[in-house]
């Protein structure tokens, strides 16, 4: 296995939550493009929408892949399907029949296949040798690296017109199936019934705890997302290229540390990343609600993205260490359910809280829910991954 091997995998993971967020900064103008009303409530389904088809379809794809002892294919597959879906949607608006609803039916379409090649990517990695940190580390920083710059390239690309970040998007996606026909296929090949595949990370119980931290982890990007992107709008007055500037804060410490948190975590164990990074994520969060100025707030999203880093690759490696080989790709589905739950979460009840609580009380429960799983999983937390000398 080589270094370049990693980097190739990283790259797919890289992408795919690239174009994802390459949308968040002006949702509410491609929502007006695609015949939908530009606020929260329409910027929210749209999102949502995506990410129910990611609840609904990851751990199916992890499971065939278990099932079929092969990954490769069914990453490209994803990757195409997604290429279509948003080609689909520029061809809405550019056709003249901008249906909002058919939008939604079209972004749906594209959550089930994109969910494909970003979870079965990710599973490749887990399959790589090298160190389970080292290799979600690798995970992590193409997620967050993808993150952080998608909100700002996508609040520029919104300059040249709504429909730039779809059309980036499908020509990105459709480049990830050349690059996966350059690294080979690292799966068991031991096949199983699709029952036991998606029955293998439920005989895990002690799953329930990376899912946990995933689950809370998303639901903060998920959060900051949508709530952090009219937050910053309505509090400082920002157009989309500086919310994408501002969330990028956030998510470039977040990409860069996770690859030497993650080699950390390999030396001293997971629980001290995974609990002190959540605790300290959770109140760093709050402070952000708290800033009065830009720069304030700047440096909020920065110490998030620095603890986010902490907790985030710890977490996966954890999933990778907890199962065998050939459960990987149900476990990471099952893991990127509950942050695809987290980041529906973040979105639809962080909108709900924004709308009818204001701000700060959204930022309270997003922070609060961090630093309260943090305290709930800590025993168990002990108990399955100890402290290493």
């Known amino acids: 296995m080589s270094r370049s091997e990693r980097a190739r995998l990283s790259a797919v993971v890289f992408v795919v939550l690239f174009t994802q967020l390459l949308v968040y900064p002006g949702v509410d103008r491609l929502v007006a493009s695609l015949g939908g009303t530009p606020t929260i409530d329409a910027g929210t389904a749209f999102l949502a929408v995506q990410l129910l088809a990611f609840v609904l379809f990851s751990a199916v794809w992890g499971a065939i892949s278990d099932r079929a002892g092969r990954r490769i294919p069914f990453v490209v597959v994803g990757a195409l399907g997604g290429t279509v879906a948003y080609l689909a949607l520029a061809a809405l608006v550019l056709s003249g029949g901008g249906d909002f609803g058919i939008a939604l039916v079209l972004r749906f379409f594209e959550g089930a296949f994109t969910i494909g090649a970003f979870s079965l990517a990710i599973t490749m ?9 080292k290799n979600m580390g690798a995970a992590g920083i193409a997620i967050g690296g993808g993150a952080a710059l998608g909100a700002p390239v996508g609040g520029q690309l919104y300059t040249f017109g709504p429909l730039a970040p779809i059309l980036t998007s499908a020509a990105l996606l459709s480049a990830v199936a050349v690059v996966l026909s350059t690294v080979p296929d690292r799966a068991t090949g031991q096949r ?6 998606l029955g293998s990370f439920r005989g895990t119980p002690e799953l329930l705890v990376p899912f946990a931290f995933g689950f809370a982890d998303r639901f903060a990007a998920g959060f900051f997302g949508l709530v952090g992107t009219f937050y910053f709008r309505d509090a400082f007055g920002l157009a989309p290229s500086g919310i994408g500037l501002l969330l990028a804060c956030f998510f470039v410490p977040f990409a860069l540390l ?4 993650g080699t950390l975590s390999d030396r001293i164990g997971r629980v001290i990343p995974i609990a002190a990074g959540s605790a300290g994520f959770g109140t760093a969060i709050l402070a952000v609600s708290l800033a009065s100025t830009v720069p304030a707030a700047a440096l909020g999203m920065v110490l998030v993205g620095i603890l986010g880093a902490l907790v985030a690759p710890a977490t996966m490696a954890l999933v990778t260490d907890l199962v065998a080989p ?3 790709g149900a476990a990471m589905g099952g893991f990127n359910i509950f942050g695809s739950l987290g980041f529906l ?7 709900w809280l924004a709308t009818r609580y204001g701000y700060f009380g959204a930022f309270a429960v997003a922070g609060g829910l961090e630093i309260t799983i943090a305290i709930l999983t ?3 937390l002990f108990r399955i991954s100890p402290i290493r000398p």
């Open 125 to 133: 990695l887990m399959d790589l040798d090298g160190g389970h940190g």
């Open 192 to 197: 199983r019934s699709l029952g036991d595949a």
């Open 258 to 261: 996770q690859y030497p948190f």
């Open 326 to 328: 050939h459960e990987r």
């Open 345 to 351: 979460g973040g979105i639809l009840v962080g909108g």
């Open 378 to 380: 800590l025993p168990v």
